[in-house]
Each structure stands twice: as structure tokens, then as C-alpha cells.
């Protein structure tokens, strides 16, 4: 959720967003019917149902007519109303900076150790992104892949036959210039662990990662994939064979240069925030136009491009193209990291010490579940703009939560008693093509009308 800042006195404070003045919101507001309309003719089908809906309930949120929360002070009676959030997945720039937030600061407090930290980052030609877009079953494989070399490797550089690392995944589906790029980041522990005497887990840090290392473990990572994908049918055997001979890495593209020190918690969250970041910032779209948007990429592409100037219906097709489908996880947990692990409590920071009631760790199998990590609304602007939202614009003193309002006459009656739009903004129907002028009337006896007066006559006699 987006925040404003303003400075009454010493104090910052929070105001509240409105998208519906954002041209993405307006974009979606006056071309979304056009778009599905056109789809449905040229596909017969239509978009399906899980875009369709990301894009209706990104047009609510945040929009006060749909319902809203009070906060209220306690103090001096000043209140104001928060609407109510989409949680998209893919569209809505609030929501997702939400989750991003959320995501970060969870596992940066709660699952990584404070040990070392690697980031993997693998891309993959062209060819086969095709088939990682649309088969969550290559998608997995190519994943485990990646992992189970990088494992191997960190085995070896860190002396530790049967180690264990702990990583966790981020499958990004896009690229910075809004196009469908399916690609991997993988932040993963650099060393593995191993079980020690007394059941306890004990860490083996890996050797500094040489140019040697990295190349072996693309080249391992490439031989495999393509093997996977001619087994699965997706390739000729021929095909996969040519293409591990390419030169330049074949469109396997691997880098590890990015290492975060164990006691750099911030800088840890920092890169789960860019693993977990958006599709798309919303503070890079521009209006330039009735029909024309301009977005500013965040660096010049191979052909010297800075900047996409889009019409509205090429933007829509290009964010529909970037939402996911549903049930497919956008991060995933990996060796001692993952759910089921054994060793997850003692590794996670969440459950290294067992609780204060509990004197012997054996007895830490019959301690109640924890149940997973929820950061409130309040702490994630908090944490992300340094700014505390539930505190008195006027006396500084701290709001709370004090009703939930969705009833729709209790919607309108108090949006028009504070003099807010109590009804929400009104999403354009579909339009058609313009049309061309119409034809002239024919003429009678056309075949008999005199030539056209030629605006000069040509000298023929004139010899070249």
C-alpha cells in the first residue's frame, strides 16, 4: 500500500492512496472491456478466467465505495478511513510491494540463519522458455536441477560429503521491459549442514566460489536440462545435441557474484525484496497521451532502448501476459529450509533456542505449532517507509482499528457525509475500431463522365 508523507510538526504521517488518479488504473478503467472484447473475437475463448479476475479486482482496490476500515484516535477524535486491498498476485503495484515487503522481512527474521547468503541467478535460451511458461512440470525440473548441482558443488568446496544446503527459490516469469522472461533466483547458504554428535546440525561454509567453479556448474546445469527436455518429449535428441554445442553458453546464462555476509541482515532483506519485487514499478508509467503510454526501463536494452512507448491495449496484453496462474508458488523452500526438514528448527532464526518452557531441545517435539509469520498492515509501512500509519495526523498520538464497514447503504452514507465519491469509478464499455468515411454514392454512367482537368499538361514533344 502506498504512503504519502507529510510533516505536521516532527511527525510523518501516512495518507492514504489513490489509485484511481494512477494511469495504470485509468488504463485498466478505459480499456479493459475493449481488450476483452478483442480477445474473445480473435482467440474465440477469450483471456482466461484467473487474468480476467486479477484485473476486475485490481479496479477495487483501494477504491473507498467498495468498503473501507475507521481508525480513530483516542485522543483528540480525529479519524480516517483505509480501503480495502485486492491482493493481487501479479497487477496491483500496492499489493504486490505488500507481499513483497511481507516476504522479505519473513524470511530474513524468521527463516535464514545469520550465516552467508549466495544468490544464483540462471536464465534459458529462448527455445526452451516457451515451454517453462506454460508446464509447471518443467518448471520444477529445471529448478531441481539447478539446486542438485549447486548442492554438489557446495559439498565439495566445503569438505562436507553428506551436507545439506538450505536455499529458497524465486521463479520470476518476466523481464524488466514487461516481457515474459522466465528465469531463477536462487538464495542459497553458502556452505551446507551436517549432522554432529548429540543430533545437533553443525554448518560447513564452502571455499570462495572461483570463475572454475561457476563454469562447471553451468556447463553441468546445461548438459542436464537439455537431457531432461529431449527425455520429456520437448526436444529432438538432435536438436538438444546441436544445442549443447553452442558457443557462448548456448542461452544458459549463470552468475553467483552476489554474496551477502551473515551479519548483514539488511543487506539480506534488501535482496529478498529484489528476488520477490514486482512485474513492473508503477512510478516508471507515464500518460503521454489520450492513447499513448510511456515506460522507462530501469536499464537500456541490447538495442539501445531506454523507454516503451505502448498503446493501452499493448499494455494490457503485456501485463496479462506477466500474471501466473493460480496455485503456483511464487518462492519455494529448499534442503534443511524446507517445510518437512528435520533440521528446519534448529537452522530457521525463528526456532534455534527452544522455548523458555521446555528445558531439554529433545523436548521441543511436543511444543505447540507455530503458526506462520503475519506482518500487520501497520508494520510493513513501517518497515518500508518509515513511517507509522495509525499515528494522529494532529496530535501525534497512537489510532486504532475501530470498525469494518461493507454494508453498501453505510458505504454511501458516510462517503457523502465526508464528502467522498460514494460510488465507484465507472469502467468504460467496449469499444470497436474506428471507422472509416464512407464511400461516395456511385455515379450514374460513370463510364461516360469526363476526364479529370490535369493540374498541368506535359510538353510531349519535347525529345530526351
Given amino acids: 500500500m502506498d504512503a504519502g508523507v507529510a510533516t505536521p510538526g516532527a511527525c510523518a504521517v501516512y495518507r492514504r492512496r489513490r489509485p484511481e488518479h494512477t494511469p495504470l488504473y485509468r488504463t485498466v478503467q478505459g480499456h479493459l472491456e475493449t481488450y476483452l472484447a478483442l480477445a474473445q473475437e480473435a482467440q474465440g475463448e477469450g483471456v482466461p478466467a484467473y487474468v480476467e479476475g486479477e484485473f476486475r479486482r485490481y479496479l477495487e482496490c483501494g477504491i473507498l465505495a467498495h468498503g473501507f476500515a475507521r481508525a480513530r484516535c483516542g485522543d483528540c477524535g480525529h479519524d480516517f478511513l483505509i480501503a480495502f486491498s485486492c491482493k493481487g498476485r501479479a497487477l496491483c503495484p500496492s499489493c504486490n510491494a505488500r507481499r513483497m515487503a511481507e516476504v522479505a522481512a519473513h524470511l530474513a527474521d524468521q527463516v535464514f540463519p545469520a550465516l552467508p547468503v549466495r544468490q544464483w541467478v540462471l536464465s534459458l535460451p529462448k527455445r526452451l522458455r516457451y515451454f517453462l511458461q506454460r508446464d509447471a512440470q518443467a518448471l520444477s525440473a529445471v529448478l531441481h536441477i539447478l539446486l542438485r548441482v549447486i548442492e554438489a558443488r557446495l559439498r565439495e568446496r566445503s569438505g562436507c560429503p553428506g551436507g545439506r544446503l538450505g536455499a529458497v527459490s524465486f521463479a ?59 527425455r520429456a518429449g520437448h526436444l529432438d535428441s538432435v536438436d538438444a545435441r546441436d544445442m549443447a554445442g553452442w558457443d557462448h553458453g548456448g542461452g544458459f546464462s549463470l552468475d553467483a557474484s552476489v554474496r551477502i555476509e551473515g551479519a548483514d541482515r539488511t543487506g539480506l532483506e534488501r535482496l529478498l525484496r529484489y528476488c520477490a519485487r514486482p512485474p513492473f514499478a ?30 493501452p491495449l499493448e499494455l494490457l496484453e503485456r501485463l496479462a501476459a506477466l500474471i501466473p496462474p493460480p496455485r503456483l508458488h511464487r518462492h519455494r523452500y529448499h534442503g534443511v529450509l524446507a517445510p518437512n526438514s528435520p533440521q528446519r528448527a534448529q537452522v530457521s532464526a525463528l526456532a534455534r533456542q527452544p522455548p523458555p518452557s521446555l528445558p531439554n531441545p529433545a523436548d521441543a517435539s511436543h511444543a505447540p505449532a507455530r503458526s506462520p509469520a503475519r506482518y500487520l498492515w501497520a508494520l510493513l ?61 456511385p455515379m450514374a454512367n460513370w463510364d461516360e463522365a469526363p476526364a479529370p482537368v490535369p493540374e498541368f499538361v506535359f510538353d510531349q514533344r519535347l525529345s530526351w
Fill in 172 to 230: 520470476q516469469r518476466f523481464g524488466s521491459a514487461l516481457n515474459a522472461h522466465v528465469h531463477f533466483h536462487c538464495c542459497v547458504i553458502d556452505g551446507v549442514f551436517a549432522a554432529g554428535e548429540g543430533g545437533q546440525v553443525q554448518f560447513c561454509e564452502a571455499g570462495a566460489l572461483t570463475p572454475q567453479d561457476l563454469a562447471a556448474v553451468q556447463q553441468q546445469v546445461r548438459a542436464r536440462v537439455l537431457r531432461w527436455f529431449a
Fill in 381 to 441: 509501512l513501517a518497515r518500508i517507509y518509515e513511517i507509522l500509519p495509525l499515528r494522529c495526523s494532529l496530535c501525534g498520538a497512537q489510532m486504532r482499528l475501530i470498525a469494518f464497514v461493507t454494508d453498501p447503504p453505510a458505504v454511501k452514507t458516510i462517503l457523502a457525509h465526508l464528502g467522498e465519491p460514494s460510488t465507484p469509478p465507472e469502467v468504460a464499455r467496449a469499444r470497436g475500431p474506428p471507422l472509416w468515411d464512407p464511400a461516395p454514392e
Fill in 282 to 311: 508503477l512510478e516508471r508509467l507515464e500518460q503521454l497521451g489520450h492513447d499513448q503510454l510511456l515506460y522507462r526501463l530501469p536499464k537500456p536494452q541490447p538495442d539501445g532502448r531506454t523507454e516503451l512507448r505502448l498503446s
